[in-house]
């Protein structure tokens, strides 16, 4: 009677070997990155990159605020704010529709393509929103049309990731009540799936959003349009308050899309 009381330590056991084995693997790794890495932190410290990156803060601190200016940066906001959003929306309707066919929503589903269509997703997320965009500005040409697809394609495949997981996620009891009634599969997934996983889909979406927000930024590096076509243009020609501008620019657009999740979040909850 006392032999399986005596013989259950030894699973914990193996579990918490295997943590100290996975810790042990993760600070040798980090040991390595230190020794592999030309780290010159005497340099870094150094009194005159102190003094460099002091003169580089306080010309930030002076931001451009003459009323040209303002209203260029004005147009390049509401663009920066149209490619996000645009990019987020069409990156949230073709990740969802690939979303189904990589996921497997119940227990019996045959779900042939989930194999090809993860596939697919990760070449999309894969590639960073960098690439997708010199790709596209071959085709589309300079401006925020090649940014724009460039975040939905990258977007894409991350979200579609994100919804696959929930879609298999979601408890499966109401749409098992469906489906022994005869209901259509497609009817299934709008009323017994789609509710439940559509509190993580929203925030999932506006989390996208938001580094969307900041992507585009980089996107302004290969003329893609919005606040980084002017942050990778006046940071070029060292022009640092109108740098501290747009920097600012994009500080409160990530506040508000942050806002907005904030409030939505709430609304559901209510």
């Known amino acids: ?8 330590p030894r699973p914990r056991t193996n579990r918490c070997l295997a943590c100290w084995c996975v810790a042990a693997g993760a600070l040798a790794l980090v040991g390595l990155s230190f020794w592999s890495l030309d780290l010159q932190w005497a ?8 003094a460099r990156m002091g003169r580089f803060l306080a010309e ?10 303002l209203h260029k940066l004005l147009g390049a906001t509401l663009e920066t704010l ?5 990019g987020t929306l069409l990156a949230v309707l073709l990740g969802l529709a690939l979303a189904l066919p990589a996921s497997k929503a119940f227990d019996g589903d045959p779900a042939r393509w989930r194999g090809a269509t993860r596939l697919v997703l990760n070449g999309l997320r894969s590639i960073p929103e960098l690439v997708w965009a010199t790709l596209l500005l071959i085709a589309a040409g300079l401006g925020p049309f090649a940014g724009t697809l460039a975040l939905a394609l990258h977007t894409s495949g ?14 499966s009891g109401p749409g098992f009540a469906l489906r022994v009634r005869g209901v259509a599969g497609s009817r299934v997934f709008l009323y017994a799936t789609l509710p439940q996983m559509l509190p993580q889909l929203l925030s999932y979406t506006l989390y996208r959003w938001e580094n969307n927000i900041r992507a ?13 076509q002017m942050l990778a243009f006046h940071m070029g020609l060292f022009q640092m308050g109108e740098t501290s501008s747009v920097l600012v620019a994009m500080l409160l657009l ?11 979040r709430r609304w559901l909850a209510a």
């Not at 991350?158 to 696959?164: T, Y």
């Not at 585009?216 to 980084?228: D, F, H, I, P, S």
């Open 158 to 171: 991350v979200l579609g990731r994100l919804f696959a997981e929930a879609i298999e996620n979601a408890p």
């Open 216 to 228: 585009a930024a980089v996107l302004g590096v290969v003329g893609a349009g919005g606040l980084g």
């Open 1 to 8: 009677m006392n032999a399986p009381s005596s013989a259950t």
């Open 43 to 50: 340099q870094f410290v150094s009194a005159p990159a102190l």
């Open 82 to 86: 149209a490619m996000s959003a645009l």
């Open 254 to 264: 990530v506040a508000l899309v942050d806002a907005l999740s904030f409030a939505s």
């Open 60 to 69: 930030l601190l002076r931001p451009e605020t003459s009323p040209q200016f």
